[in-house]
């Protein structure tokens, strides 16, 4: 109970006090993650972090395929552009080849209500102002109770749980990390659709270490390069 009840504690220290916006990614340029499924890699996701006075524009790029006796049975390959002026989110899009299936999603901010339109392959409409993409390199999704994909722009609602610290050795570094779980909200969703997912960001810089989660296999990302 008293594990439990510090858990709770932390949690709530970390998602309102010392998580706040992406400032606190100011000295990263680029961020590189290879791609395992069943402990074998498949690909790369990166970063590429542009800053031109007051905005930033984060460019990524996300590359792998799965093969078996050298014949291609998937693969994916998507490009995206995530904009913030003086911090704050201006906008994103992205297009995506997901096994020859194109998707893709446009999001603005209206200059009225400050809320986000979406122009996507699965949603089309507006969403609330405090909602993330989800890109999972900005640790601030922790505290949402919603996040866009960044394929298809379906909305997608949340729970989020902190399950503790943990240690995460990666090649030959050790990272002191905090574990979440993100998970969805919906139970009426598909198994396909539901997100089930545990995140490791560093304790003292908020990097996203890694990710893990089940899909017809094993998936981690683990992080490889940081500038």
Same mark, same amino acid.
Request: hydrophobic fraction near 30%.
């Given at each position: ?50 800053? @031109?006075? !007051? ?5 990524? #790029? ?5 093969? =078996?006796?050298?014949?291609? *049975? ?82 997608? @609602?949340? !729970? ?5 610290? #943990? ?5 030959? =570094?050790?990272?002191?990390? *905090? ?49």
């Amino acid at each position: 109970m008293k594990k439990l009840l510090l858990s709770i504690f932390i949690f709530y220290s970390i998602s309102f006090e010392t998580f706040s916006h992406v400032d606190h990614y100011a000295k990263y340029n680029y961020l590189e993650y290879e791609l395992f499924r069943n402990n074998k890699p498949i690909g790369y996701h990166k970063y590429d972090f542009r800053r @031109e006075g !007051k905005n930033l524009t984060i460019y990524n #790029e996300v590359s792998f395929k799965i093969t =078996k006796l050298g014949i291609d *049975l998937y693969k994916y390959y998507a490009t995206g552009q995530e904009q913030y002026i003086d911090g704050v989110f201006s906008g994103f899009k992205s297009e995506t080849n997901q096994n020859k299936k194109e998707k893709y999603v446009n999001i603005s901010v209206d200059k009225k209500d400050k809320n986000l339109v979406i122009d996507g392959s699965s949603y089309k409409g507006k969403a609330d102002k405090d909602i993330i993409i989800g890109t999972w390199w900005n640790h601030e999704i922790v505290q949402k109770k919603a996040q866009i994909s960044a394929v298809s722009g379906r909305i997608i @609602e949340q !729970k989020v749980k902190f399950l503790g610290k #943990e240690d995460v050795k990666i090649d030959d =570094k050790t990272y002191k990390t *905090l574990r979440f779980n993100f998970s969805s909200s919906d139970p009426s969703l598909s198994k396909d659709k539901k997100l089930n997912t545990d995140i490791w960001y560093e304790e003292d810089t908020y990097l996203w270490v890694k990710a893990a989660f089940e899909k017809t296999g094993y998936w981690e990302y683990r992080i490889k390069d940081v500038k």
